[in-house]
Every structure is written in C-alpha cells, then in structure tokens.
C-alpha cells in the first residue's frame, strides 16, 4: 500500500452530534451536475470525496443507516439526519464522503465535473478542472498516489 501521511481532518453534521475524524487525504473530489444530484440536492449540482473506509473514523455521536438503492447505502447523523457519507457493495474499500460535512472544505476541491451536459446554463465552471459530458475513466484521471492507496486496499 501507498505510503500516506497523516492528515487528520475533522468534519460533523449540522447538530454537532455526529462528529467523525478524516485520518488521511481523499482519493479524489468530483461535482456532478446530472438531473438526479440536482433534485436530491436541491441544488445545481452535488459534490462527493471518496475517502478510504479505513481513514474514517466516527468519534461521536451514531449514525443512521438507509438504503438508497440495493448496492448502496446512505449514512447519516442518528439526530439530524444530515447525510455523512455513502457507502456501495460496488466499492468496499471506499465511502462517497459528502465533503460539506468537513470542517476545514478546502481539502475537497473538485478535481473534476461530471455530467456537464446537465449544467445550469448559469452556472460557469473553472477552465483549468477537467469537465466529462458523462463520467470519466478512474484510472485515467486520478492522481497515480490515489490509485495506488485504493489497489493496496483490494
């Protein structure tokens, strides 16, 4: 497994109960803009960090636990419900963090736009991240150091 220092980055949910520890930067951070993340966000788009399973540490309060669909699960605080992270049988060595919960954001920065054919038309994105009209190839995008954490974890 790839050599990760410690980076310990804290997040929690919008009550204060569920708070959760971040022991190691994220793999990678991506916006997508498709029509389900604008209606389940409410939003013009949602922004998900994956994060190693390992690397999250719940350190207060508990959580509740829904399944969204059969491979996936979301998990929220127990109090507020605010959505925390999600987790897939597809991937069991990651969580699809959801990176507004983090308290210092700037660890989480898009490395990428997804489905941009479904963009608010208001809405200008970066020239210098790099935008799919659907989704884009893992392996082709994200950083070598990430890829090598996430093969270490298989």
């Known amino acids: 497994m790839a050599d990760v220092q410690p980076h310990n980055t804290t997040g929690r949910c919008v009550c204060g109960d ?3 520890l971040l022991r190691a930067p994220p793999l990678f951070t991506h916006a997508c803009h498709c029509l389900d993340c604008q209606r389940k ?3 013009a788009f949602s922004m998900t960090t994956i994060v190693m399973r390992t690397d999250l540490e719940i350190t207060h309060g508990g959580l509740r ?3 969204i669909n059969p491979p996936r699960t979301r998990h929220a605080c127990a109090k507020c419900n605010t959505p925390i992270y999600v987790s897939s049988l597809g991937y069991p060595s990651t969580f ?3 990176p ?6 700037s660890v989480a920065v898009p490395q990428a736009h997804i489905w941009v054919c479904r ?4 809405l200008s994105l970066p020239d210098d991240v790099p ?3 659907f989704q884009y190839v893992q392996e082709e995008l994200w950083p070598a150091a ?4 996430l093969r270490g974890a298989e």
């Open 146 to 149: 990430s890829i090598a954490r």
């Open 96 to 98: 699809a963090l959801r």
């Open 131 to 133: 935008k799919f009209e």
């Open 119 to 122: 963009k608010q038309s208001w």
């Open 100 to 105: 507004g919960t983090l308290d210092d954001t």
């Open 65 to 67: 636990s829904e399944q």
């Open 18 to 20: 569920l708070q959760y």
């Open 41 to 43: 966000t409410g939003t």
